[in-house]
């Protein structure tokens, strides 16, 4: 890339990024991402953002699904698409937050529809926390459940808590770091608050090796990591004998379907999950059926 409004553009927008506290993978990739595209109008001689409009965004992504990729031949995965997506659309963001000319993306990508979302029926949550043993591991595990089903929570949010943020007198939960870092107090009920006591004045204080406000911990005394806590999941969900594809997220999407099955109103959901806007939370209206079919 040589056009100089183009690389002082991808520096200040990795700045913003940064500024803003997106997740560390976010900084890291999105970037890239907005590399090659100011590369590609570069190639086609597009040479100010300010011309950027939906027909050029179509045009790149009708490229992008055309293109091999470079390491492993064939077209490029869905999930490449959809970070390319992602990264453009907080390009646009950006543009917009800036005061500078922005543009749309508005790009369907073919089989990456959200109504497919993988949900838990309750029978499945119920074999999830039957799964749970009664040592310390399994007390930590019934409380990843009540920050992740319970709750709602998004993977960074729940390795992201401290003991201090569990409200215990108020039933809250503060969530320090949401998405886009927004701030919010998710509800507990009595049964969440019950699971996150035992797991804070039994399994935790077992777990501990230096002082520490991380409330999940390791087996070595750490905040346990992202990939930690997927695993452990995947155990339990092992142990339950569910045999369907799904992670921590699913979780979250099982408790917003099922709630909306339990008849709270759309912009309550919008409210208890953290979404920016109700767009996000009206994809649950296509699967709250799903248990029933």
Request: hydrophobic letters at 35%; proline letters at 3%; aromatic letters at 10%.
């Amino acid at each position: 890339m040589k056009e100089p409004e183009y690389i002082n553009l991808l520096e200040r927008f990795s700045e913003w990024l940064r500024l803003l506290n997106f997740e560390p993978s976010t900084i890291k990739y999105a970037p890239r991402k907005v590399n090659e595209f100011l590369s590609w109008l570069e190639s086609k001689q597009i040479n100010k953002i300010s011309t950027v409009n939906q027909p050029i965004i179509t045009e790149y992504f009708n490229y992008l699904q055309t293109r091999q990729n470079q390491r492993k031949g064939g077209k490029l995965s869905k999930n490449y698409l959809r970070t390319h997506l992602t990264a453009l659309r907080k390009l646009a963001r950006y543009l917009r937050e800036t005061s500078q000319s922005s543009f749309e993306v508005e790009i369907k990508l073919p089989g990456t529809s959200r109504t497919n979302l993988t949900v838990f029926n309750r029978v499945e949550i119920q074999a999830l926390y039957k799964a749970c043993a009664n040592d310390i591991f399994g007390i930590r595990d019934r409380a990843m459940l009540a920050v992740y089903y319970g709750c709602g929570l998004r993977r960074t949010e729940g390795i992201s808590l401290d003991v201090d943020d569990i409200l215990f007198n108020k039933k809250l939960l503060y969530v320090r770091k949401g998405k886009n870092y927004k701030e919010r107090y998710v509800p507990i009920t009595e049964t969440i608050k019950e699971d996150l006591q035992n797991y804070v004045t039994i399994a935790r204080p077992s777990l501990i090796k230096t002082p520490s406000k991380a409330l999940f911990l390791s087996q070595r005394g750490n905040r346990i990591g992202s990939n930690g806590m997927a695993e452990r999941f995947q155990h339990l969900k092992e142990k339950a004998e569910i045999n369907k594809e799904a992670g921590l997220h699913t979780l979250r999407h099982s408790i917003a379907t099922h709630l909306l099955q339990s008849g709270m109103e759309l912009n309550q959901i919008k409210r208890f999950l953290g979404h920016s806007s109700l767009e996000s939370t009206q994809i649950y209206t296509h699967i709250r059926y799903e248990e029933s079919e």
